[in-house]
């Protein structure tokens, strides 16, 4: 067994030590998001509609991985979650693969092979599209669903940053709301139920759902396939494969399409219903409510007369069906809405008269009364056995990281042939008012998973007051995520396989002050929930490789990115002179020793000075810069045992940890990163409850990381970590501009 595999075993990841292991990891990367060949980040409009398009070089060029991945690994980080999207293989055509982007792919993970990381594959999409606002699936998806991007504009039924007319003035976080316009409903309800509630569309004898699902498979199926096959992949760097990103139901379950469903919780700008929607998509003229979004949620500001002038999103009736070489049944008839094919409503222009406004409501074969949970545990569950078989069918032993729909309940399969013993699950928390905001909030918050569960009578009742009631509630969301994830899937572990903060907070007030507490506090607050949260991990979104401060992720306005070219340096200390391997191949330094022999003793043992061995002239430069002392935080990441508490308080620099700890054994200490960035081994005490440890340096590709190994005796065991309290101005210090760039040893 490969010394980076790890097992799932009910709620932990296991390592063939037997050790728990706690997943720390990151995005990597947004970039991934659009391709390198045009230039087309959300905010250029040259070259939009090309069709011929190229990802090779995403998320970053071979060249450049070693200093991505080492920079990473600097900073701790011991998991990826791997960006691709079904764009960058399939954009060519149906069954036309890009066998240069999986060759450059297999290429980088070969790259994040060296420093151990574990990596998980996530085929990821936002509202479809690059061309409906988001990213994901290629362009011909559309066109094959019978929509037409060039006109999404004027009908609004996307709403895209390529193509607004100034690019600069795009409102933060609109592009969400395209799952609720009329291209992504349509799409996402094509995908998953099109057999149920589009059976006139038949592409290549098949119905569009069956299209589009078979090609997204069989898409993924072939590039874990090759990954199988490159022979050093597969289980040693790439440990499990994601289900597709923040799936969305579309219109299934929506009850009454004349009307905003009670459970659409954003509404920013023009917030047409889906009916509105289909009218706007035919051309016609319509007036659509506006909203702004408060601190108690969306609030009506006006109205807005939106006119597309007589152009429809859909193609027209002389569209030529041979340029991606299918063939179209003619029962589907191109020029017309979709959902007036299927009697959703009369489309004549006498009428636009809406003749089923519960047509998605109901399964039409069984007639059972549908809702979001009845989506999750009917189309969704479908699609995900249909994925999950394609993808162990090449990778029989590979984990399968299930992602239902985002702030959803999950599907109820504990217990059913569905619960599988070596699947995670996979859950996205973002804490929405910042995050749609731009703003830290230190008054008041939303207890929004409250909200979404039912748990209070009106939306004034779920704020909470204070900084630290914020934080709290923060925690307690997770924790209520993790705990619903056991009632409902079974045991297994869960990771927030996203989570993260804004950085161009207050109109980019840190960009233009260097001020970044605003940053820290948000981060903080995220790491506090995290570490109560009883998860088995998280992988931070994100990291982009080409970040600035103009444009932040280059996606939407979005701006999430720990990492910018823009920002300051800092070094870190760490030591060349390495001297002995441990069992996994990880070269140790030992530092400072130390131990107690009774296990119901507790003493301080304070380390001395740094080693002489480690010398000013041997320190190695890292960028440390956006808010890093909330991120670069200790976490236990292998524990012989089983975890049952474990936190990091940033404001008095103290690390705490509790643990049932297994029998001591020699070759399996439990192990907690270190980062000196906070606990410089002269200034750091640490107080155990037996047993006996060591500070060291550990060597994970020429990344030097300092960790402390703990020897504890069998039962409960107990550590504290703690270094002195910094001040503002200490820190700084730290992060101030340093000429030298992260280099490599």
């Known amino acids: 067994m490969s010394q980076l595999r790890l097992r799932v075993e009910g709620q932990t990841f296991r390592d063939p030590l ?300 002389e569209y030529d069906d041979s340029q991606y070489g299918w063939h179209r049944d003619p029962g589907w008839r191109l020029g017309e809405c979709l959902w007036a094919q299927h009697g959703v409503w009369d489309s004549s222009k006498s009428q636009d008269t809406l003749l089923q406004k519960g047509y998605f409501s109901r399964n039409p074969l069984t007639g059972k009364v549908l809702d979001y949970e009845g989506f999750t545990n009917s189309y969704f569950l479908n699609h995900y056995r249909a994925y999950k078989d394609a993808i162990r069918g090449v990778c029989g032993s590979t984990i399968m990281f299930c992602q239902p729909p985002v702030m959803e309940v999950p599907p109820s399969i504990k217990g059913t042939a569905d619960d599988d013993p070596n699947m995670v699950h996979g859950v996205h928390f973002y804490d929405g008012l910042t995050l749609l905001t731009k703003h830290w909030n230190r008054l008041y918050n939303i207890d929004v998973i409250g909200v979404l569960r039912g748990k209070y009578l009106a939306r004034p009742f779920a704020m909470k007051i204070g900084e630290r009631s914020i934080r ?24 927030f396989t996203e989570i993260g903060i804004p950085y161009d907070m207050d109109d980019k007030h840190a960009y233009k002050t260097g001020d970044y507490r605003s940053q820290i506090k948000a981060m903080d607050a995220n790491h506090f929930a995290l570490e109560g949260s009883k998860s088995n991990g998280f992988a931070l979104w994100g990291y982009m490789a080409a970040h600035d401060h103009e444009w932040g992720d280059q996606w939407n306005g979005e701006d999430l990115s720990i990492f910018s070219p823009n920002d300051l340096e800092a070094p870190i200390r760490a030591s060349s002179d390495l001297t002995k391997p441990d069992s996994r191949g990880r070269r140790i330094d030992h530092l400072v020793n130390g131990e107690n022999e009774e296990f119901s003793s507790i003493k301080t043992l304070t380390p001395p000075s740094t080693p002489s061995n480690i010398s000013l002239a041997t320190l190695q430069p890292q960028q440390v810069h956006r808010a890093a002392e909330a991120y670069l935080r200790p976490t236990p990441i292998y524990i012989n045992g089983r975890l049952k508490h474990y936190g990091f308080d940033l404001k008095h620099c103290t690390f705490t940890m509790r643990l049932a700890a297994n029998q001591a054994a020699p070759n399996a200490p439990t192990e907690i990163y270190l980062p000196d960035f906070h606990f410089p081994t002269g200034e750091t005490s640490v107080v155990v409850s037996g047993g006996k440890w060591e500070i060291c340096l550990l060597d994970f590709h020429r990344v030097k990381l300092q960790y402390l190994r703990w020897w504890h005796n069998e039962g409960k065991a107990e550590i504290k970590i703690k270094t002195k309290k910094r001040t503002r101005g200490e820190y700084a210090a730290l992060q101030k501009p340093h000429r030298t760039r992260c280099m490599m040893m």
């Open 472 to 495: 709290k509630c923060l925690r307690h969301q997770l924790r209520f995520l993790r705990d619903e994830s056991i009632q409902r899937m079974g045991d297994h572990p869960l990771i």
């Open 18 to 317: 037997n050790r728990e292991i706690i997943l720390r990891g990151i995005n990597v990367a947004g970039d991934a998001k659009y391709p390198q060949t045009p230039d087309l980040r959300s905010h250029n409009p040259q070259k939009f509609f090309d069709t011929d398009v190229s990802f090779v070089g995403k998320p970053f060029s071979l060249k450049d991985a070693d200093i991505h991945f080492h920079r990473l690994r600097a900073w701790g980080y011991n998991t990826i979650r791997y960006i691709f999207t079904w764009e960058a293989i399939e954009h060519a055509g149906p069954k036309i693969y890009d066998e240069e982007w999986i060759d450059f792919t297999i290429g980088i993970l070969r790259v994040a092979k060296k420093y151990q990381f574990y990596i998980f594959m996530d085929p990821h999409q936002d509202v479809w599209s690059r061309l409906s606002g988001g990213c994901g699936a290629p362009t011909w998806t559309l066109y094959a669903a019978g929509l037409n991007p060039r006109n999404f504009k004027n009908t609004q039924a996307a709403i895209v940053h390529n193509t607004c007319n100034n690019p600069a003035e795009f409102p933060k976080m609109l592009w969400c709301t395209n799952y609720t316009r009329l291209v992504c409903q349509t799409m996402f309800t094509l995908f998953w139920a099109g057999r149920d509630f589009a059976p006139k569309a038949i592409i290549d004898g098949v119905n569009i759902q069956d299209y589009l699902q078979s090609h997204f498979i069989a898409t993924c199926k072939y590039l874990a396939q090759r990954i199988q096959n490159a022979g050093d992949l597969e289980g040693d760097v790439v440990i499990g494969w994601e289900s597709i990103n923040e799936p969305n139901r579309g219109l299934v379950g929506i009850q009454d399409i004349s009307s905003i469903p009670p459970e659409q919780q954003l509404q920013l700008g023009t917030s047409p219903t889906a009916f509105q929607g289909m009218l706007l998509g035919s051309g016609r003229s319509y007036e659509i409510k506006t909203w702004a979004f408060g601190p108690l949620g969306p609030y009506q500001t006006g109205t807005e007369v939106i006119d597309p002038k007589g152009e429809p999103a859909w193609l027209s009736a």
